[in-house]
């Protein structure tokens, strides 16, 4: 498939996408939102949470390690089906505060703290490059896997070309979708409602290689039982330490995430939609994962040895000769990431704006709360954050060469904003919590998550050296960064 | 420390309601210990997994939970805004 058409069809896409956006914000505008707020929308926006991860990481995770990639799932799905346990709390406290973002609820939670909020904010945005930088690096894989196998022969530009190139799209796109107007709720309902397309296309394109491969391929289902014992992953190994840490980190991550915060409490329009969406999302993600094995195993058997597990959506139905079931693969994969990444930037810039530019700039100029208005300074900070948030999701992809598996990456984002779990559920359940307490638990759990998993994670000798982080500071083994207090038996 | 006194009998659909808020409650605990399970099937280290017999327990677990919890959703919600017994 030429370049052209490549790149054609994402412009395509994304008008396409725009002008859904466009209308329903003018529908919104003219009050007649409808069924645009409906519990399904609402499902589909929450679908933001299966990113480029799922699309393509989920096969290379099961090629390498098995069902452990159900783990990703299966948290979400206990927190949603025990909705009445936090999540119904959570939308009903947004809701009611008018809560903005998950750095605004937990400085709400205890007294208003800017400095908990400004906290909050910089360990959002540090955490989320990596997720970033995984979205990126994911399409200009599949980039890739056409040029490699397109017989007419464009070769790709170069991938750190494309990066920026995919990087600064995105940005523009962002920019345009989600800082047009100012609403004092933060609601995006064009962004929502986009989104829940994109989540409407990619289900069917992964879907749709499913069935290819069961149906076209495997032989039915029983055939397809059969190849996954012959497979290599037929004797995976449930490593039980982190079978349990992934179904709770998931879960952890499910709540903390900004993106999924933004979706599940800021844009919700009626509590009534989590209802229906405790049983539906977690519905959606079953149907996102059931053809991930049966691709694996596929894969496996019938690539090359040195293809990328991460691709097989993609190099499967090439290999096969299947063009445009690819080509509806490759917009799938473009959907999971473009979504996340606007929605993540959206929710990061929001809060940049209200933590770190608007006390900022009101400390400097003190007359101009009295006086001006702040619409101009807020959009323009959120312009700027959103640009700046994807530069920094450009420049993790580079610095860490962009050869990790997918899902590696995504873990470190993981870990990253489940440190705001005990903040958050210390502010809704516990009425002792105090704020010291909740900046120091926050502080502590970031540096812990920068010397053991995000510094590490640029490899040896980009920040941290390779001998510290095969002896640990000064020697001390019990303090190497990627066995801290000796838990090396259950990384990796 | 003494709680708030509350009616020991009730009127059939707000105990319906409470008992069903209960079920909500238990639910997700259930599941976990369904998805937690696996883990006592084998002996780590030892490869001695079917896999596709994992896979279908996976599957079988998570469809199943999808329709408990669909099963108790509109219960819930259409009780939430009853003002009879409000909150554990």
Excluded at chain 1, 61 to 78: D, K, N, V
Excluded at chain 1, 237 to 248: K, N, S, V
Aim: glycine fraction near 10%.
């Amino acid at each position: 498939m030429p370049f052209n058409v490549l790149v054609l069809s994402c412009l395509a896409y994304v008008i396409f996408l725009f002008s859904v956006a466009f209308l329903v914000e003018r529908r919104a505008r003219l009050g007649k939102l409808g069924w645009l707020r409906s519990p399904a929308v609402y499902t589909l926006s929450l679908s933001i949470y299966c990113t480029a991860w799922t699309f393509y990481g989920a096969v290379g995770y099961a090629a390498r390690s098995g069902l452990e990639f159900l783990t990703i799932y299966f948290g979400p799905t206990l927190v949603f089906i025990g909705w009445w346990w936090v999540l119904r709390k959570l939308v009903r406290i947004g809701r009611q505060h008018r809560v903005t973002s998950i750095a605004d609820l937990i400085s709400s939670r205890f007294g208003k703290s800017n400095l908990l909020g400004v906290i909050v904010t910089v360990m959002a945005v540090i955490a989320a490059t990596p997720y970033i930088a995984l979205q990126l690096q994911s399409v200009v894989l599949s980039f890739g896997v056409f040029a490699s196998s397109s017989t007419d022969g464009f070769t790709l530009p170069d991938a750190e070309q494309t990066a920026i190139w995919v990087a600064g799209g995105l940005a523009l796109f962002t920019i345009l979708f989600g800082t047009r107007n100012l609403d004092a709720k933060e609601q995006h309902h064009g962004v929502v409602t986009a989104i829940a397309v994109e989540a409407v296309v990619k289900l069917i394109a992964l879907l749709a290689v499913g069935i290819f491969v069961v149906w076209g391929l495997a032989g039915g289902v029983t055939g397809i039982l059969e190849r996954i014992d012959a497979s290599r992953i037929a004797g995976w190994e449930m490593r039980p330490g982190r079978w349990t840490g992934l179904l709770f980190l998931s879960g952890a991550a499910v709540i903390c995430l900004p993106r999924m915060f933004q979706v599940m409490v800021v844009e919700n329009a009626d509590e009534g939609h989590l209802a229906r969406a405790s049983w539906a999302f977690p519905a959606y993600m079953m149907l996102m994962s059931l053809f991930i094995v049966p691709i694996a195993v596929i894969g496996l058997e019938q690539l090359p040895a040195g293809a990328n597990p991460d691709m097989f959506v993609l190099t499967l139905p090439l290999s096969e000769g299947r063009g445009g079931l690819a080509m509806l693969a490759f917009l799938g994969g473009f959907s999971s990431a473009t979504s996340m990444v606007i929605v993540e930037a959206i929710a990061l810039a929001t809060m940049v704006s209200n933590h770190i530019v608007v006390p900022a700039w009101l400390q400097l100029r003190p007359a101009a709360a009295m006086s001006a208005d702040l619409r101009g300074v807020v959009l323009n900070a959120r312009r700027a954050s959103i640009g700046a948030v994807l530069a920094m999701g450009y420049g993790y992809y580079h610095f860490s060469g962009g050869s990790e598996a997918l899902a590696a990456i995504g873990l470190i984002s993981f870990v990253g904003v489940a440190q705001f779990l005990p903040a958050m559920i210390g502010g809704i359940f516990w009425r002792g919590a105090t704020r010291i307490g909740a900046a120091v638990g926050l502080v502590v759990g970031f540096l812990v998550w920068a010397y053991a998993l995000f510094l590490p994670s640029f490899g040896p000798d980009a920040v941290l050296s390779a001998r510290l982080l095969a002896e640990g500071p000064l020697g001390l083994g019990w303090l190497r960064p990627q066995a801290l207090f000796g838990s090396r038996r259950w990384t990796r | 420390m003494k709680r708030p006194k509350r009616p020991m009998f009730l009127a059939p659909s707000p105990y319906r309601r409470r008992r069903l808020r209960d079920a909500a409650r238990l639910l997700p605990v259930f599941a976990a210990f369904l998805l937690i399970l696996p883990e006592l099937w084998s002996p780590p280290g030892q490869a001695l997994r079917v896999t596709s017999g994992d896979v279908i327990y996976f599957f079988l677990v998570w469809c199943g939970l999808v329709l408990v919890a669909a099963a108790f959703a509109p219960g819930l919600s259409a009780g939430e805004s009853a003002p009879d017994d409000e909150e554990d």
